[in-house]
C-alpha cells in the first residue's frame, strides 16, 4: 500500500503546474558633457611708477602692454613700473570670451588724470603678447577634457600731467568679466 500511496503522491506531483515568478529589472546610465568652468583672476597691478610732473605745459607716460616698455617724450620716469596682468584658466571650455572696462581717469583726491587704457593676450605669461582691440576678446580651448590658462596684459597712456596736479599716487579699477561655454 505504501508504494501505491507513494505512486499517488508523485504522480499528483507531475500533474500540479509549478507555477515560478519572473520579473525583469532595467539596467540605466545617463551621460552628460563636463560642465565648463572658468577663473579669471588678478596677477598684478599696472604701476606706472613715479613720474616726475613738468615744470610746464603738459606731459603724458606710455605702458606697453604687449612689451610693459614705459616711455615719455617729456616726462622723467623713476621707480619700477609694470603692466598689469590677468589670468583666464578653465576647464572642459570649448571657448570663452572676456570683456574688459578702462576706468576714463585716474583719480587722487579730487583730482584727476585722463587715462586710455590698452590691452594685449597670450597663451604665455612672459611672451608673445598681443593687442587687442575693442572691449572684448574670444577664444577658442579643447573642450571637454582640456584644462587651458591664458594671459590678459594691461597698459595705456596717462595724459594731462601739470605742474597743477596734486602730488600723490593716482588709481582707477579696470575691470575683468569671463563667460566659458
Known amino acids: 500500500m505504501r508504494s501505491i500511496i507513494t505512486l499517488f503522491v508523485l504522480s499528483l506531483w507531475w500533474a500540479v503546474p509549478m507555477f515560478g515568478q519572473s520579473t525583469t529589472v532595467t539596467a540605466s546610465i545617463s551621460l552628460s558633457t563636463p560642465s ?83 590691452w594685449a593676450q597670450s597663451s604665455s605669461s612672459s611672451s608673445n603678447y598681443s593687442a587687442v582691440s575693442g572691449t572684448s576678446y574670444s577664444g577658442t580651448s579643447g573642450g571637454p577634457g ?6 590678459f596684459r594691461f597698459g595705456g597712456t596717462v595724459s594731462d600731467i601739470t605742474l597743477s596736479k596734486a602730488n600723490g599716487t593716482y588709481t582707477g579699477t579696470i575691470s575683468l568679466a569671463a563667460t566659458c561655454n
Open 36 to 118: 565648463p568652468s572658468c577663473t579669471i583672476s588678478g596677477v598684478s597691478n599696472l604701476n606706472y611708477g613715479t613720474v616726475e610732473k613738468p615744470g610746464s605745459g603738459t606731459g603724458s607716460i606710455v605702458i606697453n602692454a604687449q612689451t610693459g616698455a614705459r616711455t615719455s617724450s617729456t616726462l622723467s620716469i623713476s621707480g619700477s613700473g609694470s603692466v598689469g596682468q590677468a589670468r583666464l584658466s578653465g576647464s572642459n571650455v570649448a571657448s570663452y570670451s572676456v570683456a574688459r572696462t578702462f576706468p576714463s581717469t585716474l583719480t587722487n583726491s579730487g583730482s584727476s588724470l585722463t587715462y586710455a587704457g590698452t
Open 146 to 151: 582640456a584644462t587651458f590658462t591664458h594671459f
